[in-house]
């Protein structure tokens, strides 16, 4: 496989971030900015995707988190902090699963133990039902605008635009079937790195019981609320996100 596109800035302890569905690189613009002050920030675009849109798409989480560890042993990096968003927050705890040593603090960011999710606004077969019928295009549209509880209104929505330019329908289903055939239930209890979870608590894409769930079996976890957020919290609050993303990891 060729490479994949790799934001690499910044000094210090390594701070891994890796985007969910339908993103990209771009989507974490405001930690980028923020954390290359204090860490060498790592922020890949998953095969398929945005800025690795040339590169062909994985239909496996267990087979993303393998091409992001291939990327930090190239890079030469041993130990980082890893942040996962969404999909990405099924990509880090794989990771973790692989390589728990290597893995200093987990941060799960609005996301859960497996990939089909009860009480999701729509199953994954009516996602791809949907793409197929209509379109990558009405597809990102249609999710998207759930991201945010002001909707495609919000100030920092058009990083999603950004994100989603140039995916094809082939890779936006690969990663639904991804997401579809992961379960990572079985392995929290093997998961010992201090762990942060992080929701909005107006989260249609992951329940409460989906972050709970990731709280109650990760021995050393904990669980931050950010009120009136969806399911992009740290694009819609990207500061009080920021600080406590570097609090945690400072610590």
Not at 22 to 47: C, H, T, Y
Request: glycine residues 6%.
């Amino acid at each position: 496989m060729e490479t994949i596109y790799i934001y690499d800035e910044g000094k210090g302890f390594p701070l891994v971030l890796i985007h969910g569905f339908l993103g990209s690189s771009e989507m974490w613009r405001n930690q980028k900015d923020f954390f290359s002050d204090f860490n060498r920030v790592i922020a890949p675009a998953l095969p398929g995707f945005g800025e690795s849109s040339n590169i062909k798409s994985l239909n496996s989480i267990n087979q993303m988190a393998i091409e992001i560890l291939k990327v930090l042993d190239k890079k030469k990096i041993e130990r980082f902090n890893l942040l996962g968003h969404s999909m990405g927050g099924m990509v880090v705890q794989e990771i973790t699963k692989i390589a728990s040593e290597r893995v200093n603090k987990l941060l799960c960011i609005s996301t859960g133990s497996i990939g089909e999710v009860p009480g999701r606004y729509e199953t994954i077969d009516d996602t791809r039902k949907k793409l197929r019928a209509g379109g990558i295009e009405k597809t990102f549209l249609n999710a998207s605008k759930k991201w945010f509880v002001k909707g495609d209104k919000d100030k920092n929505y058009y990083l999603c635009k950004n994100a989603f330019k140039n995916i094809s329908l082939e890779t936006a289903d690969n990663a639904l079937i991804a997401m579809k055939n992961w379960s990572g239930y079985e392995n929290l209890k093997n998961i010992k790195n201090d762990t942060l979870i992080v929701w909005g608590n107006k989260d249609n894409s992951y329940n409460f019981d989906q972050v709970n769930t990731l709280n109650k079996n990760i021995k050393n976890s904990r669980l931050e609320i950010f009120k009136d957020c969806s399911h992009n919290l740290h694009l819609e609050k990207a500061q009080e996100f920021n600080f406590l993303i570097k609090d945690f990891i400072s610590k």
